[in-house]
């Protein structure tokens, strides 16, 4: 499976994979079992894989899981999920949905990012409990907003210091629950960004 997840940068023109996803005439290879769970829209995802996965040899299967079901699909042993018994989960979850849950957080914000780190992981270990499939799980990107500015990076409960902190705990949490990949989103923009920039 890891050679799927090694491709290099022109091969990934959103345009072109979409194209191909049209007229894709699946391999009859080996199947490739990969469930996507998200806070937001994936659906716009799967023809992309299919194509990517095709492309290595692999018969594409994928399963998206209903819109914000993360923790409910990992958390029921009876989830469709399992049901679907997926040789990789990606799960998606983008800076939108946890804007919402900073700005309702009811505690002190300077503990949203630990305890969304701990909620994010204790995903990982329900589903390991469950399933040995690889897990690719996406972090954060960085909120475009900063009502503070620069002073923002020292005061300790905003919601970009928030998103920073979470995406460290992410990676540094991930580094030690086995079979936890990380998809650096939160890199894929800065790039993007840092191409326009110059």
């Known amino acids: 499976g890891n050679c799927v997840l090694k491709l290099s940068a022109e091969r990934l023109d959103y345009f072109d994979l979409a194209r191909r996803a049209k007229r894709l005439m699946l391999p ?3 199947e490739l079992r990969v469930a996507l769970l998200g806070d937001s829209s994936t659906q716009h995802l799967v023809p992309l894989l299919e194509v990517l996965i095709a492309d290595r040899g692999y018969r594409p299967v994928i399963h998206e899981a209903g819109f914000d079901t993360v ?3 990992a958390l029921n042993p009876h989830s469709s999920l399992y049901a679907f018994a997926p040789q990789i989960i990606v799960i998606l979850q983008g800076t939108g949905k946890l ?9 002190d914000r300077r503990q949203f990012a630990m305890d969304r780190a701990t909620a994010i ?3 990982w270990r329900a589903i390991r409990a469950r399933s040995s499939a690889i897990i690719i799980q996406s972090n ?5 907003e900063r009502p503070f500015g620069n002073y923002g990076l020292q005061a300790p409960d905003t919601l970009h210091g928030s998103v920073l902190e979470l995406n460290h705990e992410i990676r540094r949490r991930s580094s030690l629950c086995e079979g936890v990949l990380l998809n650096d989103v939160d890199y894929l923009a800065g ?3 840092r191409g326009t920039f110059i």
């Open 140 to 144: 954060f990107v960085l909120p475009y």
């Open 121 to 123: 992981e204790s995903t």
């Open 99 to 107: 804007r919402s849950l900073y700005y309702d957080y009811a505690s």
């Open 191 to 193: 790039w993007i960004g």
């Open 71 to 73: 923790e409910l699909e």
């Open 28 to 30: 009859a290879g080996p």
